[in-house]
Nanobody, 123 residues
Framework: VQLQAFGGGLVQTGGSLTLSCVADGPSFRSDAVGWFRQASGKEREYVAS????????QYANSVKGRFTISRDNDKNTAFLEMNNLKPEDTAVYYC?????????????????WGQGTQVTVSS
């Protein structure tokens, strides 16, 4: 599975962005998808994940209530809607996929990774 993340950019505090993760191949509809982020000088951290059907989601406490993960299996795409953005959300955001259908918050649970997309939140 090859993944491509899109939608990053520069936004002011309190603004919104929606990231997209586009996958090739029909297997995507059975994959779990996760979003992770890595700020400059920091370790990669978990953001959110969604099961293959879209019915199961999970969020890091730091984004709960502000971010929403979703997917459209007909379009082989997963989304991360980010609202009320804060400067501490500034990072490179990565999407990842796992064929088992659920992988949770551990980055080592994901087999496939896309390139990152930069999100910068100005104060």
């Amino acid at each position: 599975v090859q993944l491509q993340a899109f939608g990053g950019g520069l936004v002011q505090t309190g603004g919104s962005l929606t990231l997209s993760c586009v996958a090739d191949g029909p297997s995507f509809r059975s994959d779990a998808v996760g979003w992770f982020r890595q700020a400059s000088g920091k370790e990669r951290e978990y953001v959110a994940s969604i099961g293959w059907s879209g019915r199961t989601t999970q969020y890091a406490n730091s984004v709960k209530g502000r971010f929403t993960i979703s997917r459209d299996n007909d379009k082989n795409t997963a989304f991360l809607e980010m609202n009320n953005l804060k400067p501490e959300d500034t990072a490179v955001y990565y999407c990842a996929a796992e064929p088992s259908g659920w992988a949770g918050s551990k980055s080592h649970g994901y087999d496939y990774w896309g390139q990152g997309t930069q999100v910068t939140v100005s104060s």
